[in-house]
């Protein structure tokens, strides 16, 4: 009776799919199988990528983060192999030193402040071999970005943020680089 029921039970979850959605009951689709990361509707929110004073010598292919290694002129980069390189979403530099940007941003972290490096948050799987903050390990599903009809209806946004907006006649993917929004059309 017990291999009975531990075979049904290994079979029920075998068959389950798991969206996970952040900021609300709802995301931005339906319940979706091809969805591993969604976000709440109408929040005015974005995802804030990690920053970076230091970029990793040897990243994984689809790594995104905000450079900061030159404080001066920061910019929002997407590793795209070891071909090109990184890809530069901004197109223009940023002030992370100016007063517009949260003073805490650009103060080093004190020494005693120490970091895992192999420290991530696996979502699709229980482990994953590739390196970063937040690892999404699925070959057949995607993250749908915090959706906004407009970036100026963020109120105070961070740098690093990325949303995609909807607007009629503007859907495109938007990154902020401390001062400055870019936008990147399909």
């Given amino acids: 009776m017990k291999k009975i029921i531990a075979t049904l039970f290994l079979a029920i979850i075998s068959g389950a799919n798991a969206q996970v959605i952040i900021g609300g009951p709802t995301g931005s ?35 995104i983060l905000l450079d900061a290694s030159t404080p001066l002129t920061s910019r929002v980069k997407y590793y795209a192999g070891t071909v090109k390189g990184w890809v530069d979403l901004s197109g223009q530099s940023a002030n992370l030193n100016s007063s517009t940007v949260l003073a805490n941003f650009a103060t080093e972290q004190p020494a ?10 696996i979502i699709g799987a229980t482990s994953s071999t590739a390196d970063g903050v937040l690892v999404l390990e ?5 993250m749908i970005l ?6 100026q209806n963020i109120l105070s946004p961070s740098p690093g943020m990325m949303v995609y907006v909807n607007k009629a006649g503007a859907k495109r993917l938007a990154v ?9 059309k399909p």
């Fill in 29 to 63: 689709t339906t319940v979706n199988t091809s969805v591993l990361l969604d976000f709440a509707t109408g929040l005015n929110k974005g995802i804030i990528l990690p920053y970076v004073r230091t970029m990793p010598t040897a990243p994984t292919e689809g790594t």
């Fill in 138 to 142: 699925s070959t057949t599903k995607a």
């Fill in 112 to 121: 005693s402040i120490t970091e895992t490096a192999s420290a991530k948050a």
């Fill in 146 to 151: 915090p959706i906004v009809a407009d970036v």
């Fill in 176 to 184: 902020y680089n401390g001062s400055k929004w870019s936008f990147w």
